[in-house]
């Protein structure tokens, strides 16, 4: 008999990626939930567009699967600008983030996920980055040591983190937008779900998107997972519609 399904340890593969790149929403009408995240949001970013100037660094923080990534995307779309993204393990040296962030264009979002897992040297580094858009790179070792300043960009840093209690008092100071996000309820779930399944053109009924939001765990990442293999049933063991 086949192992049952058990979404808890599926392997996000690449067409995993890829699939929810194409269900991801890009702007903040489509993105359903978080709404007390979403109008402040748009506060935010329609100010800093008017006055000309970069979005203040946000850190976004909540269990995965919740919309982190998926939110720090609308931001770029809404704010017309780039986007880069990076995560905190993969900063092993300062040059690292420094490569970074001297390739940023004017008011340029960078993504940093996991942000908690930055190595201390490499914060350190992003402080006055964060603060004076400058960084104060040391070249050479030993006598020949010297410092050279690099003035960047203005930008904002979009951190993301489902372990905020690990971040230091330092570099959460310089968030000027700290927004929480929780999970989503079953009715929620449910237009998701109807999203999604409208973008992969998989008929289904209203009450089996909720059967399926209901077995989620106030997950959207888990809830287009679940709809994922549901679809493979439909299509090998019935017509293809979900009901």
């Given at each position: 008999?086949?192992?049952?399904?058990?979404?808890?340890?599926?392997?996000?593969s690449?067409?995993?990626?890829?699939?929810e790149?194409?269900?991801?929403?890009?702007?903040?009408?489509?993105?359903?939930?978080?709404?007390?995240?979403?109008?402040?949001?748009?506060?935010?970013?329609?100010?800093?567009?008017?006055?000309?100037?970069?979005?203040?660094?946000?850190?976004?923080?909540?269990?995965?699967?919740?919309?982190?990534?998926?939110?720090?995307?609308?931001?770029?779309?809404?704010?017309?600008?780039?986007?880069?993204?990076?995560?905190?393990?993969?900063?092993?040296?300062?040059?690292d983030l420094?490569?970074?962030?001297?390739?940023?264009?004017?008011?340029?979002?960078?993504?940093?996920?996991?942000?908690?897992?930055?190595s201390?040297?490499?914060?350190?580094?992003?402080?006055?980055?964060?603060?004076?858009?400058?960084?104060?790179?040391?070249?050479?070792?030993?006598?020949?040591?010297?410092?050279?300043?690099?003035?960047?960009?203005?930008?904002?840093?979009?951190?993301?983190?489902?372990?905020s209690?690990?971040l230091?008092?330092?570099?959460?100071a310089?968030?000027?937008?700290?927004?929480?996000?929780?999970?989503?309820?079953?009715?929620?779930?449910?237009?998701?779900?109807?999203r999604?399944?409208?973008?992969?053109?998989?008929?289904?009924?209203?009450?089996?998107?909720?059967?399926?939001?209901?077995?989620?765990?106030?997950?959207?990442?888990?809830?287009?997972?679940?709809?994922?293999?549901?679809?493979?049933?439909?299509?090998?063991?019935?017509?293809?519609?979900?009901?």
């Amino acid at each position: 008999m086949p192992e049952p399904f058990d979404v808890r340890q599926e392997q996000r593969s690449a067409s995993d990626k890829e699939m929810e790149q194409v269900l991801r929403p890009r702007r903040f009408e489509e993105f359903a939930g978080q709404r007390a995240v979403t109008d402040n949001l748009k506060i935010f970013v329609q100010a800093a567009k008017q006055r000309g100037e970069a979005l203040d660094h946000v850190l976004l923080h909540g269990p995965p699967g919740l919309g982190k990534t998926t939110l720090a995307g609308i931001v770029a779309q809404e704010m017309g600008v780039g986007m880069r993204v990076t995560s905190g393990p993969v900063l092993d040296k300062p040059a690292d983030l420094a490569g970074l962030l001297t390739n940023l264009e004017p008011n340029d979002l960078l993504f940093i996920d996991e942000i908690h897992r930055l190595s201390p040297v490499v914060e350190e580094y992003l402080y006055s980055a964060m603060e004076d858009y400058r960084i104060d790179l040391v070249i050479d070792a030993g006598p020949n040591a010297r410092t050279v300043q690099i003035n960047l960009n203005p930008f904002t840093l979009v951190g993301a983190t489902t372990r905020s209690g690990l971040l230091t008092a330092p570099l959460r100071a310089r968030f000027g937008i700290n927004s929480r996000l929780d999970y989503y309820d079953a009715d929620t779930l449910t237009g998701i779900l109807q999203r999604s399944a409208g973008l992969l053109n998989v008929p289904m009924a209203q009450e089996a998107a909720h059967e399926i939001a209901r077995r989620s765990r106030g997950t959207p990442r888990i809830a287009n997972a679940l709809l994922r293999r549901v679809r493979d049933f439909a299509q090998i063991k019935g017509d293809g519609s979900i009901d």
